[in-house]
């Protein structure tokens, strides 16, 4: 089973600073990770995948980077609705697919 | 517009049964591989099953042998069994669906609550 690890469990940035938040792999996953944004009392919603792709919908201030085993997501100027949890998820070796524990961005 | 729509969760006590549905609309429904995941209260997500369109079915350690994945396509809807159940099965559990075959999941539920107790 793939182990995804996040960091920090906790990050606090400022309104309209740049937040990066960190995941590895126990292995290779390739480029099949994705990442999800959850706001309390709601469902999570994808934000990335193949590591660096947004879907539609999803503004061009999230940005996501990495292989093998480091990624990051990156928000460049963050906005009220960003403070969130956000979750990374490997579907390169799988089954189990398998998520990180999650960061939470909160406001500084 | 994706719509997932979960249903059937409750209190029930360890041992009981419950069967989740999840109606689907929006999209051509057999076409998709459509997961379970769940959330226990304050923790993170936890992938616990998957079928896809040719009803191929994959389930997490914690549940095998426990949780049984069906889909009806005629019906867009689909299942989750859920018998034997422990204390640590109480969570949200989300049914979201598949990038085609590829499990990364582009559209989510929003949920539906089971809680185990006795």
């Known amino acids: 089973e793939i182990v995804m690890t996040q960091s920090p469990a906790t990050l606090s940035v400022s309104p309209g600073e740049r937040a990066t938040l960190s995941c590895r792999a126990s292995q290779s996953v390739s480029s099949n990770l994705a990442w999800y944004q959850q706001k309390p009392g709601q469902a999570p919603r994808l934000l990335i995948y193949g590591a660096s792709t947004r879907p539609t919908g999803i503004p061009a201030r999230f940005s996501g980077s990495g292989s093998g085993t480091e990624f990051t997501l990156t928000i460049s100027s963050l906005q009220s609705e960003d403070f969130a949890v956000y979750y990374c998820q490997q579907y390169n070796n799988w089954p189990p697919i398998t998520f990180g524990q999650g960061t939470r961005l909160e406001i500084k | 517009e994706v719509q997932l729509v979960e249903s059937g969760g409750g209190f029930v006590q360890p041992g009981e049964s419950l069967r989740l549905s999840c109606a689907a609309s929006g999209f051509t429904f057999s076409s998709y591989s459509i997961n379970w995941v769940r959330q226990a209260p304050d923790k993170g997500l936890e992938w616990v099953s998957y079928i896809d369109d040719g009803n191929t079915k994959y389930y997490a350690d914690s549940v095998r042998g426990r949780f049984t994945i069906s889909r009806d396509n005629a019906k867009n809807s689909l299942y989750l069994q859920m018998d034997s159940l422990r204390d640590e099965d109480t969570a949200v559990y989300y049914c979201?669906?598949?990038?085609?075959?590829?499990?990364?999941?582009?559209?989510w539920g929003q949920g539906t609550l089971v809680t185990v107790s006795s």
């Open positions: 979201a669906r598949g990038a085609g075959p590829i499990p990364y999941f582009d559209s």
